[in-house]
């Protein structure tokens, strides 16, 4: 069971591109403030860095990633979800047979 | 002046990937059950087919468009909108120089 919808926010018109537009994102704010984005991110494989702390959730599609300190790659899939710690970087990776990884980034 | 946020909205979780990427929106619903979309287009040239009429205001970036039944390449920058027709097709492209075209596409 996926979050397919988020009702009650405000959505940055401005998307955020990041990876020449391997992974998409528009940031919202929910009514008490809290502050998510949603997101894609194509086949590739992609090196993230956190400020805060992120709950990545799959609402579509399904990716692998790799947690620092770890060598394994894990599959996350609809439904899912994994965290990930402040101030760290992080691998995501979509294969190519995947069409998409769609999440809702959760922050804090 | 561009429309930096809305507020009050159901954003849906998953995104709309269309051209392998080269644009990728979201959804949105408006209070009043107003259909709308804020999406990004990278460098190149796509046609859109249309149901609805659209128009299409732009809040970051720039592109080109060309109408059905037009030659002409007519450039859309920040706070500017442009309407295209239902049921038709029409061009769009941004430069290879340009980062991305950002928008908000209003349907109706």
């Known amino acids: 069971m996926s979050t397919t919808q988020i009702g009650g926010v405000t959505v940055n018109t ?6 020449d537009g391997k992974c998409v994102s528009h940031g919202i704010t929910l009514a008490d403030g809290t502050k998510k984005s949603v997101g894609v991110i194509l086949p590739a494989t992609l090196t993230f860095n956190t400020g805060a702390p992120e709950i ?5 599609g399904a990716c692998e990633y790799k ?4 060598d ?5 899939g609809v439904g899912e979800r994994f965290s990930v710690p402040g101030n760290t970087r992080f691998e995501i990776r979509v294969s190519e047979g995947e069409t998409a990884y769609h999440y809702i980034c959760h922050f804090g």
Chains 1, 2 share one sequence.
């Open 72 to 76: 394994v790659w894990v599959k996350s």
């Open 14 to 19: 401005q998307a955020n591109v990041y990876f």
């Open 56 to 60: 990545m959730e799959c609402v579509a």
């Open 67 to 70: 947690l620092p300190g770890s």
